[in-house]
């Protein structure tokens, strides 16, 4: 593709000028690079709780949105809960499965590969042991997490896994779940 | 307080009598512990897809919702998308803020101890150049995350940092995104 073709283009619903416009943006002031991501949540009683999405820092500047968005949180009845949501953990599904779904698609675009349709089924393993401290040996968190992405491109069969790649070698949310993040708490009076 | 007060009581919106239970009953079968979560997600161009989270397994059976939950992610227009939702990465800040507040609140009902309020906020820290490939040495995903919570309840100091250390210490996502977890990635033709 020549190279004024593959700025005007658009590929898997990507403006691919925009993305290397953002590239070369980057490298030439390297602080608009640093992003800062934030949420606020608020206890509902029991398993509810919900949290607010609205501005962030990227690009040198705070970002407003134009509308706050609201992600809900639940536990089943199982677990004490209303079932009114899905639960932390679905989410932390959600929040991969989104991730490696984005990357996927961006990345493909940069290289020119037209991407029809994705989907993805993810299972995580969790074993009650854990969260309920019955056993030490076994962890609270998930054991492993299994993702099957189903993928329509029209591209031979090597460039199918190539474009998979793509979505866990710059993913962000599978380099955090994968190879963990430092998080610190704190707490004060309300 | 008295046991039958104890297993009768509401705490934190908590029946603890039934945490109680599911305790005993995992105790006397542990093969009911083992929980299957999952979600399928379906991408809807660029940066934008969403998740359906529906049936999970656990204490020894398929358990089906009442209804199927849709979570949804999107990009901001600076990141090339139509800004319709939270990103991905915003959606793992919420869930690790969601899984905090209820093991705290879980874990303090077992201990008999009333939570009035919690919030927090969250903010995670992204460098971009990790993310578009510009720079090896910086990470794709989150190079720390900064919890701050709020807490109101009518307990001494030390107990208040007491109550966020259950958060901390039983929380599955928290486990999860602080030490990693194994990830396995699968395609195919759709």
């Keep these: ?18 993305l290397f416009s953002t590239i070369e943006a980057i490298k030439s002031r390297s602080a608009i690079a640093k992003f800062k991501y934030r949420v606020h949540n608020q206890w509902a009683g029991a398993g509810q709780n919900k949290s607010t999405v609205d501005t962030f820092y990227g690009a040198g500047q705070e970002q407003a949105r134009h509308k706050p968005f609201v992600i809900e949180a639940d536990e089943p009845a199982i677990l004490l809960g209303k ?5 932390p953990t679905e989410h932390l599904l959600h929040a991969l499965a989104a991730c490696l779904t984005t990357s996927m698609v961006y990345h493909a675009a940069a290289r020119g590969i037209e991407i029809e349709e994705v989907e993805s089924s993810l299972e995580g393993d969790i074993d009650l042991h854990g969260f309920l401290g019955l056993n030490r040996n076994v962890r609270k968190g998930f054991q492993g997490i299994r993702v099957n992405f189903k993928i329509k491109a029209n591209v031979p069969d090597e460039q199918l896994q190539e474009i998979v790649q793509l979505g866990m070698g710059y993913s962000p949310v599978f380099d955090s779940v994968t190879n963990g993040v430092p ?8």
Tied chains: 1, 2.
């Excluded at 998080?183 to 309300?190: F, G, I, M």
């Design 1 to 18: 593709m020549a190279t004024a073709q593959k700025l005007s283009a658009i590929i898997n619903g990507v403006m691919v000028g925009d």
């Design 183 to 190: 998080v610190s708490v704190k707490a004060q009076r309300l």
């Design 83 to 87: 079932d009114m949501a899905a639960n």
